[in-house]
């Protein structure tokens, strides 16, 4: 079946601008997860969802940052005024409620200039 | 395609030979801990895991062991291939609250296999 999509893949935003990251789990998934992997780093958690509720956002690095999950389905990672250390490889990964094991997706490059 | 691992741990193999990962992880209330492998251009990918109950669990051709008095974590691959070759990361979770869902990931180790 189709696995955790992204997009879009590849963002190339300049310094100030505001983007959204959409984060589409497996069907029926009903956890979701965002994560931040920067170069040559293991994913760094943001924020997580069960259906539509933000369980925890203590990984969001400061009140730029925001996500959403409306519907309990797709997830949006919003980044406001964006700034350069703020590129990097972003990575949704969903579960079964609370499951274990995290399916993780191709994720979205942005690179802010 | 992506590069990760520019200043990780490598650990290079030839075809067939056993391979160890070793990790060392930083909360002593995790539980439940996690073996990723992540490819170039790719997303994690779950491997085995293994709950702080056990020491050690079996897959096919992995074994993960777990030493909780040393915080210590390895992977064993058996007969290592080609396709192994991929950046290995560890991961840890706690066991409840409201930070449930949120995975701690280890530095990396990059495993290259040589035909």
């Known amino acids: 079946g189709a696995g955790v999509s992204q997009s879009p893949r590849y963002k190339v935003t300049k310094r100030g601008q505001d983007v959204a990251l959409r984060c589409d789990p497996i069907s029926g998934h009903v956890s979701l997860y965002w994560y931040r992997q920067a170069l040559g780093q293991g994913p760094e958690f943001l924020t997580y969802?069960?259906?539509?509720?933000?369980?925890?956002k203590s990984g969001l690095p400061n009140d730029r940052f925001s996500a959403e999950r409306p519907e309990g389905s797709i997830s949006t990672l919003t980044i406001q005024r964006t700034e350069q250390r703020d590129s990097a490889m972003y990575r949704c990964?969903?579960?079964?409620?609370?499951?274990?094991?995290?399916?993780f997706g191709p994720g979205t490059r942005l690179t802010v200039t | 395609g992506e590069s990760v691992g520019l200043h990780l741990p490598t650990l290079s193999v030839q075809e067939g030979d056993n391979s160890i990962i070793n990790c060392a992880y930083s909360?002593?209330?995790?539980?439940?801990f996690i073996w990723y492998k992540q490819e170039s251009g790719k997303g994690p990918q779950f491997i085995i895991d293994i709950r702080s109950n056990m020491d050690k669990r079996q897959g096919q051709r992995v074994t993960v062991l777990l030493n909780k008095t040393v915080k210590h974590l390895s992977l064993q691959i058996a007969a290592t291939q080609p396709g192994d070759s991929a950046v290995y990361f560890c991961?840890?979770?706690?066991?409840?609250?409201?930070?449930?869902?949120?995975?701690?990931f280890g530095q990396g180790t990059i495993l290259t296999v040589h035909p």
């Open positions: 909360n002593s209330a995790s539980d439940y």
């Open positions: 990964a969903s579960s079964p409620l609370e499951s274990d094991e995290q399916y």
């Open positions: 991961a840890e979770k706690l066991a409840g609250g409201t930070s449930y869902g949120k995975l701690t």
């Open positions: 969802f069960n259906y539509e509720a933000q369980q925890d």
